[in-house]
């Protein structure tokens, strides 16, 4: 039996990030819409649907 191959977290965070590409996309869009005035909570909606899928990717491998 061989010992588990350890993983790097930035390769997980990399092989999570990979699997949300359309809400990047979206959250992004967002952001560019109006770019000169970004402030705090700005597309907040978005980004929670972002990272969202980011914990829900991360945790799944």
């Known amino acids: 039996m061989q010992p ?4 790097r977290p930035i390769q997980k965070f ?3 990030a990979s ?3 359309a809400e990047a996309a979206i959250y992004g869009k ?4 109006d770019y000169n005035s970004v402030h705090k909570d700005k597309c907040a909606a978005e980004f929670m649907k972002l990272k969202e899928c980011y914990l829900k990717a991360y945790k799944s491998k």
């Open 4 to 7: 588990a191959k350890p993983t």
């Open 14 to 16: 990399a092989a999570a």
């Open 19 to 21: 699997q949300c590409t």
């Open 30 to 33: 967002c952001i560019m819409a």
